[in-house]
């Protein structure tokens, strides 16, 4: 499996070599206690020998004024650990893109920092952890809850296709690990340039990130795409935005809960081509 895309880390700049779990931190999900699940993909390298460099799944305590100051690693050990979905039974999913696998871990997960006494803040009781089935989705990235069902869309970033030419797929998958259908797939080339961090509106519409990989998985200029569905069936992908510098995932969220008038906001830009040159 070739080094999955990565970009340079504000952590990173700040520390040439920051420690386990502050690597490179990307996606998050929450209980219904207000436990905070989240991950850090590690260095982005599934060849990396270093155990400190290794992806990982944390869960982080709420404490006084909501803050997260106390933590627990649920897993040290993952080849490119990708952004985190719980179902309504409390399973935890997470990607490991580095060994093609998706991972399941189920509860009872830690309920404090007692848990993990140690140095390492390894939870010493780890979870139940059992691979999720994923036959169409050999590089999976990240997982979304499909809303009012069992099921889950998996995006897969870099296989089926060649790098720097587009690829990837996203595909739904029952409880169970059975496909369901097809969502995405570059066909004809160029229809979907290897997707990640989708997410799901209220009326259902997927939406996602394009990285728009090169032949060394670096990223060009990536795009952000949304699925509508008729019926069951997915149609067409349209494309939101286009020129993007790493996009890496989208965020669904109730914009009346925000207190925001979009509606009084300037249109975006597009940002020129030559903007977008893989740095992140």
Not at 206 to 227: H, I, K, P
Not at 249 to 261: A, C, K, L, R, Y
Request: charge should be negative; include cysteine; hydrophobic fraction near 35%.
């Amino acid at each position: 499996m070739g080094a999955a895309p990565h970009r340079d880390r504000v952590a990173g700049l700040l520390d040439p070599d920051p420690p386990q779990g502050n690597i490179d931190p990307q996606g998050r999900v929450f209980d219904a206690a207000g436990d905070m699940f989240g991950n850090d993909v590690g260095t982005g390298d599934p060849t990396e020998t270093n155990p400190n460099h290794r992806g990982s799944l944390l869960v982080f305590f709420p404490g006084p004024r909501c803050r997260y100051d106390t933590y627990c690693f649920l897993d040290k050990n993952l080849a490119q650990a990708g952004m985190p979905a719980m179902d309504e039974a409390g399973n935890i999913y997470v990607a490991e893109t580095g060994m093609g696998k998706m991972w399941k871990h189920s509860p009872p997960f830690p309920a404090s920092a007692a848990d993990c006494p140690g140095a390492d803040h390894l939870v010493t009781a780890a979870p139940t952890k059992a691979l999720f089935p994923t036959a169409a989705s050999p590089t999976p990235a990240a997982i979304v809850r499909v809303p009012g069902t069992d099921r889950s869309y998996i995006s897969s970033v870099l296989l089926p296709g060649v790098p720097g030419q587009g690829g990837g797929s996203i595909d739904e998958y029952d409880a169970n690990g059975v496909l369901v259908q097809n969502i995405v797939q570059n066909v004809p080339p160029g229809t979907l340039l290897n997707p990640i961090g989708p997410d799901v509106g209220s009326d259902g519409t997927l939406y996602y990130a394009e990285l728009n990989l090169d032949m060394q998985t670096s990223t060009g200029c990536g795009r952000v795409s949304m699925v509508r569905f008729v019926n069951g069936s997915p149609q067409a992908p349209e494309v939101l935005g286009q020129n993007l510098s790493f996009p890496d995932g989208v965020t669904v969220v109730d914009s009346s809960q925000i207190g925001v008038n979009f509606t009084r906001l300037p249109v975006a830009v597009e940002p020129a081509p030559s903007t977008c040159d893989g740095s992140g």
